[in-house]
């Protein structure tokens, strides 16, 4: 229907539209599993425990608006500690699946910045190159993050969405 006046144009930009979002979960999926990485080998720094508020209470607080819409249905405080747990999963094992996540799409990138000139608008190239490069950093921090005397930080300054692992010596 509503693509045959342009010659297929609207169809190549949505397309483009969709290939960027996968990258962008593909990215999310990455710093999931980096940050879970980190918190195994304990490199994240925590606030001090809230003891005054319990787990469950602090979902409700942070979820609980989301329940009043109905699609899609609402996730419970259940099903949330299940799937956001991952007691016995060894570090080493979050950041290498991390890494390949960030491998990913860098490979993918590579492709959609290889295709010929007009069709990446030039929002998707700053999109592109910025998570390429943030990809290729943390893909780095998940091999240096477990030696000895270091500690991370976050920073953007590589895309304004997808943090960029920073790997620091610790002071002494």
């Not at 996968?22 to 940050?35: A, F, I, S």
């Not at 016995?88 to 492709?111: I, M, N, S």
């Not at 959609?112 to 929002?123: K, R």
């Not at 780095?140 to 010596?169: Q, S």
Request: include cysteine; charged fraction near 25%.
């Amino acid at each position: 229907g509503s693509y045959k006046g342009d010659g297929g144009a609207s169809l190549v930009r949505v397309k483009m539209e969709s290939y960027v979002l996968e990258l962008q979960m593909m990215m999310c999926k990455g710093l999931v599993r980096l940050l879970a990485g980190l918190d195994a080998a304990d490199r994240l720094k925590r606030p001090p425990r809230n003891t005054f508020t319990e787990e469950e209470q602090n979902f409700w607080q942070r979820f609980g608006v989301f329940h009043v819409c109905r699609h899609p249905p609402a996730l419970s405080y259940a099903d949330f500690a299940q799937h956001t747990r991952v007691d016995g999963v060894p570090p080493q094992q979050l950041l290498a699946a991390a890494a390949e996540c960030f491998k990913e799409v860098r490979g993918k990138v590579a492709g959609l910045l290889g295709l010929p000139p007009g069709i990446v608008s030039p929002e998707q190239f700053a999109d592109l190159t910025g998570m390429d490069k943030v990809a290729a950093a943390n893909a780095t921090a998940t091999r240096l993050v477990e030696m000895p005397g270091v500690c991370v930080d976050f920073d953007y300054k590589h895309h304004p969405v997808f943090a960029t692992v920073v790997i620091r010596r610790e002071k002494k």
